[in-house]
Each structure stands twice: as C-alpha cells, then as structure tokens.
C-alpha cells in the first residue's frame, strides 16, 4: 500500500472513531426521552434498510451455509440485545464520557475471552494490561464522590457490552473465511435485531413524543454511525495491515469526552480522569503485545 492509500485509510478511520465516540452522546440525550428497550428497537429499525439494501446487492450471496446457522442466531443476539440493551441501561447511572472510556475495553475483554477459549496462557504484559482495564473500570465506578449503587451497576451494565462484542470477535473469525465482514455485520444485525420485536408496540408509542433532538440523536446513532461508520471502517481496514488499526481504539474513548464536554456539560473528576487513563494504557498493552505478534 502507498503511503497516499495509507494516509487517506488512516484519515477515514479517525473520522470514524469520532462517529462513534459521540454515538454515547447521543444515547445519553435519548435516555432522558426514551427507555433503554425502545431506543435499541428504534435504532434497529432506522439501520436495517442500510443492511437490506447491502445484502440486497449482493443478492447473488443471499444465503447462511446450513452449519453457521446456530451459530449466526447465538452471534445476533449477543451483537445486537447483549450489546446494545445492556449499554442503554447503563448509560442512565454514568456520564457518557465514562461510558465511551468503557466502551474501549473491547480489546482487554477480547484478550482475555481469547485466552480462555484458546486456552492460552495470560502472562507478562498482557496480564499487567488486562489488571490496569479492570482496576481503571473499578475506579471510574466510584469515581462520583460517594459511592452510590446505581453508579456501580452503570459501569457493570455497560462493562457487559465490550465483553459481549469481544465475544463476538473471537467466534466470528471462523466465519470471515467464508463471509464478508459487512456481509456477516449485515445478517448478524438482522438476526439479532429481529430479537427486539418484543419492544417494538411501546416503541412506537414512545416515538411519537420524542422531541426533534431526540430525532437527531437517533438518526445520529441509528443510521450515521451503522451506514457510514461500518462503510469507511471496512473501506479503510482494506486499505491498512490490521495491526495497525489497534491504535485507532484510542480515538473512540477521546471523542466521546470531547462531545460529553461540549454537548452535556461533563467534566471528569480527578478520579475519573486517572481510571480512565489506566484503561487506556491496559488496552495500550495489550494492543501492543498483540501488535508483535502480528508484525
């Protein structure tokens, strides 16, 4: 890859960690209007057509190999209701910029989950970075003065959704040997969000008060962060070696303190801004480790 394409990929994929590092923002104004069910629903309802229309494309490859079928309905529900119903809820205890820190555990949980299926041995740096994550998540939930209930069952809540996601990573690698990774993206959304049925009557109903910025936030999350976040991360990491897209995690937990900032009104306490830096160098850690071994 030239150093244009990779400049260009690398540009893109900032671009996209902001999207999504603000996607907290905007659940966290929705939460004021809306439960924690409805808006997981709606935002399913708003990102299908962006799916349907992708596989429909790609209408020649409309199909799930017999064998994957299982486990495509175990990988929906954990990337869509384990996901996002979970990090809803939590998102009503804690301040968003809190939750976007938590978000990037992703690749902690990842290493960890890996090493339990795999059977690997955590050792070393890894393990150091992997203690850092979970002792800088302790900290941010009892990082708002008294040490309240609801901000401990926050961050547990919102902990679930990196944890299920780095679930996700680990079983879905089989899989992108046979499928593409938005193909497989596509159908594992539809399958999982299919699962919100059950929300979808008191969804409708509570659409019908949300406010224009309610709308905002919902069109935010539900179409730009799916359509053009999933489209120029999948565009750029064609265009880059994977190793390298490590460094990009660190931009998620960045934005959405900026945009909690600007848009709420947050500021990290001193206790917050150190849990958080320890996530960011466990995650660091990790990623680096796993960065040798893929050089």
Known sequence: MSGREERSASIALIITTLIWGNSFVAIKILIEEMNPFAIAALRFLISA????????????????????????????????????????????????????????????????FAAIALKENIRGWKAVGIFLGFFGAATLAMSHGRVEFRHILGVVLVMIAPLSWAVYTVISKPLLKRYDPIELTAYLTLIGGAALFPFWPETARESMTLSLNGWLAMFYIGFICVSIGYTVWYWALSRMEAYKTAMFVYFIPLSGLIGAYFFLGEIPGPSAILGGAMILLGIWIVNWKENLLNR
């Open 49 to 112: 057509p962006f799916f349907l229309v992708f596989l429909w494309v790609k209408r020649r490859e409309w199909r799930i190999e017999k064998r994957d079928r299982l486990l495509f309905l175990f990988m929906g529900l954990i990337s869509v209701p384990l996901y996002h119903l979970p990090l809803n809820y939590g998102t009503q205890f804690i301040p968003a910029g809190t939750v976007s820190i938590l978000i990037a555990l992703n690749p902690v949980f990842t290493a960890l």
